[in-house]
């Protein structure tokens, strides 16, 4: 299987005050490369939200291109792509959530189904250099947060990708207490 360790690229989950899991807006990366600065000026991550994959690599051309008009080394931005994802047991089960939850508002990438099928999808982005990470914003209960937190991670540490943040085994557990 091909590896995703040649290159930094960043898995992060985003859950809102919105959200039906958080109370307050939570963001935390969920991989090993050095983290993240998201408040640096000027920025080192900028967040995207596109259409379609082809629209997110449009942008992070226009992004990149944009640091080295002003004179920055376009490796020092990180652009991550959000996606809106239901993850269940089966994709049937994934689209009765879905169904249930309402379909995302605005326009972002959305994925509903399975953890195995969220993980090839941003081992697909990573290897097509569509965005640099992703952020993954749940639309769903706390079942989609344990298959990512659970499921998604151990999908992608097996595709080589460095996942292992010291508060993940902390996430489920506090968002279980606040649900």
Not at 22 to 27: N, Q, R, T, V
Not at 47 to 52: K, L, S
Not at 74 to 87: F, G, H, R, W
Request: charged share 20%.
């Amino acid at each position: 299987m091909p590896s995703l360790a040649t290159k930094s690229f960043h898995v992060a989950l985003e859950l809102t005050a919105t959200s039906p899991l958080a109370p307050s807006d939570y963001w935390i990366e969920l991989t090993n490369p050095p983290a993240l600065d998201l408040v640096a000026e000027p920025r080192k991550v900028v967040r995207v939200r596109a259409a379609d994959l082809r629209e997110a690599q449009r942008l992070r051309a226009g992004i990149r291109a944009d640091a080295v008009a002003a004179g920055r080394d376009p490796d020092s931005v990180a652009v991550l792509l959000d996606i809106d994802t239901i993850v269940a047991e089966s994709a049937d089960s994934a689209r009765s959530e879905l169904a249930q939850a309402g379909s995302p508002q605005g326009r972002a990438i959305s994925y509903i189904g399975t953890a195995k099928g969220l993980a090839g999808l941003i081992a697909d982005i990573r290897a097509a250099e569509v965005a640099d990470g992703v952020t993954l914003r749940p639309l769903a209960g706390p079942g989609t947060l344990e298959f990512i937190v659970c499921d998604v991670s151990a999908n992608l540490r097996e595709r080589g990708l460095p996942i292992g943040s010291p508060n993940l085994s902390q996430v489920v557990p506090a968002f279980r207490r606040a649900s």
